[in-house]
């Protein structure tokens, strides 16, 4: 009877981590802001389809908030800027 000898290697597999964590971008309710400005925005600084900047302008009323773009934190400043400069209220979270 021969006996079996297995040998078992074990590699070290070096795993990046995604430095750049996904950020989302918030766009704030005001009282001063029309429902058409906020779609413009969204549609020329995001990038969005009338319909869906249309749907994010509605949940931003009646919640106050919500995430307009999801990414990392440089994809997200310069959209940032320029919404705040449209004088919308914007944050990074």
């Known amino acids: 009877m021969q006996a079996s000898h297995q040998t078992v290697?074990?590699?070290e597999v070096d795993v990046l981590e995604n430095i750049d964590l996904e950020n989302t971008l918030i766009v704030h309710n005001d009282e001063v802001n029309t429902?058409?400005?906020v779609?413009?925005?969204l549609v020329?600084?995001?990038k969005h389809s009338w319909e869906q900047a249309e749907q994010c302008a509605y949940i931003i009323?009646?919640?106050g908030k919500y995430a307009v773009k999801h990414g990392g934190f440089e994809m997200l400043k310069p959209m940032k800027d320029q919404i705040t400069d449209r004088g919308i209220d914007a944050t990074i979270q």
């Open 9 to 11: 290697h074990e590699e």
């Open 35 to 37: 429902f058409d400005w």
């Open 39 to 41: 779609i413009e925005t």
């Open 44 to 46: 020329d600084v995001c």
């Open 61 to 63: 009323h009646s919640k």
